[in-house]
């Protein structure tokens, strides 16, 4: 079992930037991608980036945030980070680190970090 724990998140003014990370306790190789989805309150869980753990610089991330996040992995730490910058109100919410592993439909997410930027 993988557990994955999510920390970095607060509170920050639009246009300020935070880091969002997610440790997980499997190592990469047991991993075959891992997701940051974000929920705003009052609507659905929205896919916001996607690293590839197995093709170095495979990367995905939904129109909302282009340019404005980027995910990354460190493999010694067993972590993906989400740096985020010029942070705007739409922002907001809840952030979730999910780990797939290799065998379709094998999650792992974590509890979520909340957010809120103010403007």
């Known amino acids: 079992q993988v557990q994955v724990v999510e920390s970095g998140g607060g509170s920050v003014q639009t246009g300020g930037s935070l880091r969002l990370s997610c440790v997980h306790s499997g190592s990469f190789s047991s991993i075959y991608a891992v997701r940051w989805h974000r929920q705003a309150p009052g609507k659905q869980l929205e896919l916001v980036a996607t690293?590839?753990?197995?093709?170095?610089?495979?990367?995905n991330y939904a129109d909302s945030v282009k340019g404005r996040f980027t995910i990354s992995k460190d493999t010694a730490k067993n972590t993906v980070y989400l740096q985020t910058n010029s942070r705007k109100p739409e922002d907001t919410g809840v952030y979730y680190c999910q780990a797939s592993g290799h065998v379709a439909g094998v999650n792992y997410w974590g509890q979520g970090t909340q957010v809120t930027v103010s403007s």
């Open positions: 690293i590839h753990t197995q093709t170095p610089g495979s990367t």
